[in-house]
């Protein structure tokens, strides 16, 4: 009774107890707990295996769908925004200071423009010049062909407002970031909306100032076009040429004027935003379809030229048929057009010094007039102004009797 309330002996009897049921409860032995461990790591191994095959298969795509990214697109071409008044007005609103300079600008180009056609319309060519149609010469020389289809390949190349007016209508599209670049640069107190480009940012931002652009590039192509048909000089066609690109560039030359400060600070300021500017040209790349923004920059540049081209060419082909000659001499037939009228007498061979074709237009004038009736029978010489310039050119055939004796100058 005693060990029953001891409280040692109660401790002794629990002690007991506990061995008692862990010696009872089952013991695992190591062989099976080495099988155990196997089965987990094959059925590990197996899971591992999977995630590994699944990792390879997301990793080969991904590299596949790089390597597709990488050999359809190419890196982006940085485009500097030209600095001209039109790229200006890009920066600011209808109402603004540099919008009115802008359309200045374009009437003051369309202006001079018309005022060289007008120039060229009112020249006087000689040899009945006011019954030719548009004041085309009768022909012209070989060398000044090639020279023309020259300056017309070489305008297309220097015109660049045609080019950067092309290139940002397809650059600057709704959503893109070159949009963001002109919208975060813009100098006016109220914006068109941050979230995205609305039609009226798009409007006086991209489409109204470069439609001012390629039109007044159009203008400048269809006058020089007009020109280069009208000349029959090469020096000439150089010099008419020279004078319209000077024209085309009057709004880059204002652009420095404004940079240099010689108006209001924010106009300036604009001035300086547009040299920091840079749009992003994406291109694909091995990419020729029709509908592919190169091919249809491409495709706008190839039909101007080709218009040009086919219109040098028929008005070539006119001229060398005659038909301008027969605007003026109808009865007149002879081999080579472009000789009637170009300063000099054609007195030695062909119909060209006849009444019918005027006397070669004119250029034998000076010759018929000091041998008679203008029905010259063997005076023939190179040059008919010696004839009767005060000067005896004593030798033949100038001091001949055919020729008057040099027109008088020989007779002491």
């Given at each position: 009774m005693t060990l029953l309330h001891n409280p040692d002996a109660v401790f002794l009897d629990n002690v007991i107890l506990c061995d008692e049921e862990e010696q009872s409860s089952p013991q695992p032995s190591l062989q099976s707990a080495k099988e155990q461990f196997e089965r987990y790591r094959e059925e590990?191994?197996?899971?591992?295996?999977?995630l590994e095959q699944t990792l390879a298969l997301l990793g080969k795509h991904t590299t596949d769908s790089k390597e597709e990214d990488e050999h359809n697109y190419s890196d982006s071409v940085d485009v500097s925004l030209s600095e001209d008044m039109y790229s200006l007005m890009m920066l600011k609103p209808f109402w603004s200071i540099a919008y009115f300079l802008g359309i200045l600008t374009f009437c003051v180009q369309i202006a001079l423009l018309i005022l060289v056609l007008l120039a060229q319309f009112n020249r006087d060519l000689g040899g009945g010049d006011q019954d030719r149609q548009f004041k085309v010469p009768f022909?012209?020389?070989?060398?000044?062909?090639?020279?023309?289809?020259?300056?017309?390949?070489?305008s297309i190349v220097l015109q660049s407002d045609v080019q950067i007016a092309i290139q940002y209508i397809f650059i600057l599209q709704r959503g893109n970031s070159n949009i963001q670049q002109i919208q975060n640069h813009q100098t006016t107190a109220e914006k068109d909306g941050n979230s995205g480009a609305s039609s009226p940012f798009m409007l006086r931002a991209v489409y109204f100032?470069?439609?001012?652009?390629?039109?007044?590039?159009?203008?400048v192509l269809a006058i020089l076009m007009i020109l280069i048909i009208q000349n029959d000089d090469y020096?000439?066609?150089?010099?008419?040429?020279?004078?319209?690109?000077?024209?085309?560039?009057?709004?880059?030359?204002?652009?420095?004027?404004?940079r240099r400060g010689f108006f209001c600070f924010g106009l300036t300021k604009s001035a300086a935003?547009?040299?920091?500017?840079?749009?992003?040209?994406?291109?694909?790349?091995?990419?020729?379809?029709?509908?592919?923004?190169?091919?249809?920059r491409s495709l706008v540049l190839v039909i101007i030229t080709a218009a040009m081209l086919t219109i040098l060419q028929r008005f070539s082909k006119l001229q060398n048929d005659g038909f301008f000659l027969r605007q003026v001499y109808p009865d007149c037939i002879v081999d080579h057009p472009s000789y009637i009228g170009d300063g000099i007498c054609d007195n030695k061979w062909g119909n060209y010094n006849t009444k019918e074709c005027g006397w070669d237009a004119g250029d034998c004038?000076?010759?018929?007039?000091?041998?008679?009736?203008?029905?010259?029978?063997?005076?023939?010489?190179?040059?008919?102004?010696?004839l009767g310039d005060g000067i005896c050119d004593d030798f033949p055939p100038y001091n001949t009797e055919a020729c008057d004796w040099d027109g008088g100058d020989c007779i002491v």
């Open positions: 590990n191994e197996m899971k591992i295996r999977d022909g012209v020389s070989p060398i000044v062909r090639v020279g023309q289809f020259l300056v017309v390949i070489l100032p470069n439609l001012l652009r390629f039109v007044q590039g159009l203008l020096l000439d066609l150089v010099l008419n040429f020279t004078a319209i690109y000077i024209v085309s560039e009057i709004d880059d030359l204002l652009f420095k004027v404004v935003d547009v040299e920091t500017i840079v749009l992003k040209d994406e291109k694909k790349k091995n990419q020729c379809s029709i509908y592919s923004s190169s091919t249809l004038q000076i010759l018929n007039e000091r041998l008679g009736n203008g029905a010259n029978i063997g005076c023939v010489v190179n040059v008919p102004t010696w």
